[in-house]
């Protein structure tokens, strides 16, 4: 136990009192990925404000209209809303130099200044011309993105993960009262309003990226107050010399020296946040993350689920209680039990081993599971004994599926593998688990199902997990679960090789008649802050894309090898351009996370479904909504022979069809293995009744055809040629649709020739369409798989793959 001595208490009347700052002057920074995501909403969200400034849309028109009825005996009430926000930022900064925190004051100076710079950019994008300075923070008549708004703003959400709770509530309430206030005010357009407090947040969150920002933890005499208002009393506290993220781990001892172990969820902490906890929990999704994302529900299911244990006879920490103080922070006390394996020399013998199984059985029995059984949480007595026990069931579950259990037989598999060796882990595995039941647990065995303990002790180790899985089928004399081969080449591979030959030299017939000379001058006169918006926004497609095979996954998966693995076959769609190779791998990746081969094909299934029903319901609501028209003709862009090629590809298929069934043990084989495919599919398909999984699958092509409409919108705009975001989404999905019908790789020549066309009709010129089509392309084609390539080379390295 890491504990030092008490301080002093204040006395409770006293601890009751508001309080501003969260926590300690000289408390750790941290950078977090909510605000990458952050700074990337903010990017979109503001290239789709400044492509519909001007002009004003008929809602924002009507919105207006509707603050100008609101009779101006308000008026005063409004700027009072207004002032409100600006004395609050101003007491912020007075506070700042009060409490001599003075690496804030430098985080407030530089947050001003990004959101002054940013003011600029969203002004020249939005109308075309630089703002004037002078006037800029008067409260009417001033930009687009009020300063008066932003600055104040600025302020208050850079010193946000600095402040209490409260502090921090009553600010994001003076930043949406001042907002409704200056449009009801007339000082901004309701979209200027949006944009100057989206300015003032992705400000906010670059600060905090480049510099960190406070983890707003209690203080231990916080946690000493907080621990008498429950009724323990204490000797000593100290932190936790290993603190984990989402909570503030404390070592005390009780009244009589006996060790205790707090698990502090503070009310000011910024990584018990919301937004925190959700990123956290979506991007890793470590096996036994948290179960819920509120602090006194997460407090209760590991209460719950200890007690749980304990009943069923397994070793654990005793609950000695758990409960929210008055000043809302969450805290589990807890009596710790034994030793971790970890820190005990010489832990492991044959006898623990089968202790652990025990262990394990006996959890699952009381229909529940651990989620983390790895030497760091697997305890063992202290005193002379064997007996083995589990703590931390804060990532447990009860009813489990049936993942969820065998993904704790693998961990505990592996557990025993890292201790023992394969030679005596794998008999002892067999003769609790059966043949069947290890063949059950043996396609879980994969590194994305281990503890990250695990993962970093496999490494470490050099164990080859896929000849850990060979080695227990051949002893329980099962066949060993088969992961798709990646193919390299193939025939189809190299006709699409020829097909992509083909789409160039047609490419090249389409642009032939281009002025290079006029294009080049197209690009050089862009605005490249623009062009830069747009390259950013262009990769965050492949973001809502994983989002999609999430919710088409049975299973839950975590976000960012997802994402790594949409990177991947951005690479491997242009460096083996044949679907082949990217379903391999797509199969090869869902069956490291203990998905069957039907399963795996029917997740990209559904996710191609899904966005082809998004597509179709957005182009026909803009055809029936708008007067739009679907009038695009990309002869020029199809290569003569298309159709005779087609034509070709079918009669192979065909006549490949024809001989398999004449053969019957191809016939039976084949057969065989599609009614295999197809029930391992409808079992994936079952699922879909989810609302998450159908929010999740919809929503995230949804956003993706948004986001390459703005990314293009972007590229057309740098040039001085803004689109409606309507036409721009009705071009890129049509242009989607026409060239999927086209076995062509990546539609190139059929989707440069579409989106140059619709640009035109658009009414963007020729050149400057061409322009803005070819640097879209480059952003959202041929630049992702350079990254893409590195994704790939990640997966495989941390055995996705």
């Known amino acids: 136990m890491s504990a030092a001595p008490t301080s002093s208490v204040e006395d409770p009347i006293d601890r009751r009192r508001p309080r501003l700052f969260a926590g300690a002057a000289d408390e750790p920074r941290a950078r977090r990925a909510t605000d990458g995501i952050l700074v990337a909403v903010a990017v979109v969200a503001l290239v789709l404000l400044s492509l519909t400034a001007y002009p004003q849309a008929g809602y924002e028109r009507a919105l207006i209209v509707l603050a100008g009825a609101v009779p101006s005996v308000f008026d005063s009430l409004w700027r009072l809303m207004i002032e409100l926000l600006a004395l609050a930022a101003v007491g912020v900064a007075i506070a700042v130099v009060v409490r001599r925190r003075f690496t804030l004051v430098l985080d407030l100076v530089l947050a001003l200044v990004i959101t002054v710079g940013l003011s600029f950019v969203v002004e020249r994008a939005a109308f075309h011309a630089w703002p004037a300075l002078p006037g800029s923070l008067r409260m009417v008549g001033a930009w687009f993105a009020p300063l008066r708004l932003g600055l104040p703003a600025a302020v208050v959400m850079t010193a946000s993960p600095y402040l209490s709770k409260p502090a921090r509530r009553v600010g994001w309430w003076l930043v949406l009262l001042a907002s409704i206030a200056s449009v009801l005010l007339g000082a901004a357009a309701p979209t200027g309003a949006v944009a100057s407090v989206t300015i003032a947040m992705m400000a906010a969150a670059v600060v905090h990226l480049a510099l960190g920002s406070s983890r707003g933890r209690p203080s231990l005499d916080d946690v000493v107050f907080a621990l008498r208002g429950l009724g323990v009393a204490t000797t000593a506290v100290g932190a936790a010399d290993r603190q984990p993220e989402g909570l503030f781990l404390v070592d005390a001892a009780d009244a009589n020296g006996e060790p205790l172990v707090v698990k502090v969820y503070g009310r000011d902490a910024y990584d018990t946040q919301l937004l925190t906890t ?12 948290p179960t819920s994302i509120r602090r006194l529900q997460q407090v209760e299911h590991e209460a719950f689920l200890t007690l749980l244990a304990s009943q069923a006879g397994v070793a654990t920490a005793r609950v000695v209680t758990a409960g929210a103080t008055v000043e809302d922070d969450v805290l589990l006390v807890l009596r710790p039990w034994g030793e971790p394996l970890a820190s005990v020399p010489g832990r492991w013998s044959p006898e623990v081993a089968h202790r652990l199984w025990d262990t394990v059985d006996r959890l699952h029995a009381a229909g529940a599971t651990h989620g983390q059984i790895d030497d760091h949480h697997a305890v063992i007595a202290r005193e002379p004994g064997d007996e083995i026990g589990l703590v931390d069931f804060g990532g447990g579950s ?39 039941g290890l063949a059950a647990v043996l396609p879980f065995v994969q590194a994305t199902t281990l503890t990250p303990w695990q993962r970093r002790a496999v490494r470490e180790q050099d164990i080859d997990l896929d000849a850990v899985r060979d080695h227990a089928a051949e002893r329980a004399e099962v066949e060993a679960p088969e992961l798709e081969r990646m193919r390299r080449v193939s025939w189809s591979s190299v006709v699409q090789v020829v097909l992509l030959i083909v789409a160039f030299m047609a490419l090249s017939r389409a642009v ?14 862009a605005l490249w802050w623009f062009v830069v918006v747009g390259a950013v926004v262009a990769q965050l497609p492949r973001l809502a894309q994983a989002v999609a095979t999430l919710g088409a996954s049975p299973t839950r998966l975590p976000l960012r090898p997802v994402y790594a693995l949409q990177l991947a076959l951005s690479y ?80 192979i298929g065909l006549l490949a069809g024809l001989v398999m069934l004449a053969v019957p043990t191809w016939r039976r084989t084949t057969l065989g293995w599609v009614r295999q495919l197809a029930g391992e599919a409808v079992g994936a398909i079952r699922g879909l009744r989810s609302p998450r999984r159908l929010g999740m699958l919809f929503g995230g092509n949804l956003a993706s055809d948004v986001l390459f409409a703005l990314a293009l919108g972007a590229f057309s705009a740098s040039l001085g040629y803004p689109v409606g975001i309507t036409e721009l989404i009705f071009i890129n999905i049509s242009v989607s649709l026409l060239a999927g019908l086209l076995p062509i790789p990546g539609g190139i020549g059929v ?19 061409l322009a803005a089509v070819l640097m879209y392309r480059l952003a959202t084609f041929y630049v992702p798989p350079i990254w893409g390539f590195f994704a790939l080379k990640w997966l495989e390295r941390n055995k996705h793959l």
């Open 572 to 651: 491997i769609g242009l460096a083996v351009p044949t679907s082949a190779a990217r379903i391999g791998v797509s199969i090869r990746f869902f069956q490291r996370h203990g998905l069957p081969p039907g399963s795996a094909l029917a997740v990209g299934a559904l996710d191609g479904v899904a966005g082809f029903i998004v597509q179709m319901m957005l182009l026909l609501g803009i055809l029936v909504m708008t007067p739009a028209s679907l009038q695009l003709d990309l002869d020029t862009a199809a290569p003569v022979d298309l159709t005779r090629l087609l034509v070709v590809i079918v009669a």
């Open 278 to 289: 959700l990123w956290r929990t979506v991007w890793y999704r470590e096996t036994g993350s």
């Open 398 to 436: 009860v009813a489990p599926s049936d993942p969820r259990l065998r993904t704790d037989e693998a961990q505990a598999l592996v557990a025993t593998v890292l201790g023992l060796g394969e030679d005596l882990a794998l008999p002892i595995a067999l003769d609790r688990l059966g043949s069947d």
């Open 512 to 525: 032939g008649d281009v002025d290079f000379a006029a294009l080049g001058d197209q690009i050089g006169d």
């Open 751 to 769: 989707v440069e020739g579409g989106l140059t066309f619709g640009l035109v009709h658009a009414g963007v010129p020729e050149d400057a369409a």
